[in-house]
């Protein structure tokens, strides 16, 4: 296989991007290049034009990880990750969370199927857009999380998520959810296909090949988010969110323009989302075990 790695200098640990683009000039036999980003959106782009290659290295975070999975010809290529985020869900869930067991998997080049998530996106403006997605859409606590931990606590690597996640104060927001359309007030929405939010195994019942999104929906002050966060690192489910349900597909609008996370990248004046789970839109390397 030809591969080409494409390499985010700017993702959550630019050390490890470092150290796992030289790793990858040491793995005996590997056919690959390296193709370095500027700057927002530059994934995607090189993604589109490597129509040369039969696999594609994600080197970076989830927000790479997304980048990518929107410019590359799902149906032929193949995608690789080798883990250099904040949070690295998706690297998670598929067995690499570390460098040495995803250059071992890669290595091997074990394919497996992958579901995504295909989001329609409405914004206050009138623009629509359409993405595919690996890991995440959120909004409020999870997305306030993300800008915490990306604004503030940057310097703390891997760790920032975590941190930020016992920092931030959730703020309730109303959300309607289709098909009953009811409003309601919530201080969090999630829609996953991976277990992990970040470094918490937040939704144990998710997998990346079920066919399935992963609802979650939040609603209390910090005292009882915290207890919530506390119990997930624990591994407990004590302190659960408000409702958690897997579906094929949902629809969410919001009573106001809102921010949403999508894997990782920030988008604001979002009002309206619907997102359908594509099972095994994608191909991937994942780890033994």
Do not use: K
């Not at 590997?30 to 040369?52: F, H, W």
């Amino acid at each position: 296989m030809r591969w080409l790695a494409i390499a985010n200098p700017a993702a959550g640990r630019p050390r490890q991007v470092q150290r796992a683009v030289a790793a990858l000039a040491r793995v005996p036999d590997l056919a690959c290049q390296v193709a370095e980003t500027r700057g927002p959106g530059d994934a995607t782009r090189i993604a589109r034009e490597s129509s040369g290659f039969d696999g594609l290295i994600a080197v970076g975070g989830d927000g790479t990880i997304g980048e990518i999975i929107n410019g590359m010809a799902l149906g032929r290529q193949v995608l690789a990750v080798l883990p250099a985020g904040h949070g690295n869900c998706l690297a998670r869930d598929l067995r690499v969370g570390c460098l040495r067991p995803a250059l071992d998997a890669l290595r091997r080049a074990q394919v497996e199927s992958l579901d995504l998530l295909e989001a329609r996106i409405t914004f206050s403006d009138g623009r629509e857009e359409r993405r595919w997605c690996a890991s995440t859409l959120a909004a409020g606590y999870v997305t306030e999380i993300v800008t915490t931990g990306r604004a503030r606590l940057g310097w703390l690597g891997s760790a920032a998520y975590a941190v930020a996640a016992m920092l931030t104060v959730p703020r309730s927001f109303v959300v309607s959810f289709a098909p009953s359309g009811e409003p309601q007030r919530r201080t969090g929405v999630v829609v996953n296909n991976t277990m992990y939010l970040s470094n918490f195994r937040g939704l144990p019942d998710a997998s990346v090949r079920d066919g399935l999104l992963d609802v979650m929906e939040l609603e209390g002050g910090w005292p009882r988010q915290l207890l919530h966060n506390l119990s997930v690192l624990a591994g407990s489910r004590r302190f659960g969110p408000l409702a958690t349900r897997q579906v094929a597909g949902v629809g969410l609008a919001f009573g106001e323009p809102t921010t949403v996370m999508a894997d990782g990248e920030l988008l604001p004046g979002v009002v309206r989302v619907n997102v359908e789970c594509r099972a095994g839109a994608a191909r991937c390397v994942a780890g033994s075990g």
